[in-house]
């Protein structure tokens, strides 16, 4: 069974905070769905599944995809994905904020992550120099 500490020292290791923000200058000709993408994740082999599915049952969200990786040298693997907006806020997030994580890169991408979350719920998004001012909050993540 999973607990905090582990799913923390996981995440340290192999999870990720993200967020597409669409640039204004070229968002007119480029087709994306969303102004603002926030994204929590982990990829693991394929072999190590269970792991993913233990997190989504943990959580109660997210989804597991599978990732076929025909590179040289690479293992198919398994994405825990969680983009919904509302699991991020209400579940993820306060996970994150109650178990510390401890690289410190790692934390500052939380950190950058939350800040975007909190601009998105905010509206910010909705306006080009919104937009512009969240991507370049973006620039400072990993």
Same mark, same amino acid.
């Given at each position: 069974?999973?607990?905090?500490? $582990?799913?923390? *020292?996981?995440?340290? *290791? +192999?999870?990720?905070? %993200? ?6 200058? %070229?968002?007119? !000709?480029?087709? !994306?769905?969303? @102004?603002?993408?926030?994204?929590? $994740?982990?990829?693991l082999?394929?072999? &190590? @599944? +269970?792991?993913? &599915?233990?997190?989504k049952? $943990? =959580?109660?969200?997210?989804?597991? #995809? ?11 693997? #398994?994405? #825990? ?5 509302d699991?991020?806020?209400? %579940? ?7 178990? !510390?994580?401890?690289?410190?890169? @790692?934390r500052?991408? =939380? ?9 998105v719920?905010? *509206?910010?998004?909705?306006? &080009?120099?919104?937009?512009? +001012?969240? !991507? ?7």
């Amino acid at each position: 069974m999973l607990n905090a500490d $582990y799913i923390v *020292g996981l995440v340290d *290791g +192999e999870g990720s905070f %993200t967020f597409h923000v669409k640039d204004p200058e %070229t968002g007119r !000709r480029v087709k !994306r769905r969303a @102004k603002a993408e926030p994204r929590f $994740y982990l990829k693991l082999v394929e072999k &190590d @599944k +269970e792991v993913l &599915d233990g997190l989504k049952a $943990y =959580f109660g969200c997210g989804n597991v #995809y599978f990732q076929k990786d025909t590179r040289p040298n690479h293992q198919n693997c #398994y994405r #825990y994905e969680v983009a919904g907006r509302d699991d991020l806020r209400k %579940t993820i997030i306060p996970f994150f904020l109650k178990h !510390r994580l401890q690289f410190p890169s @790692k934390r500052n991408d =939380f950190e950058i992550f939350r800040k975007l979350m909190k601009m998105v719920a905010a *509206g910010v998004h909705l306006t &080009d120099s919104g937009l512009r +001012e969240m !991507r370049e909050l973006q620039k400072k993540m990993h």
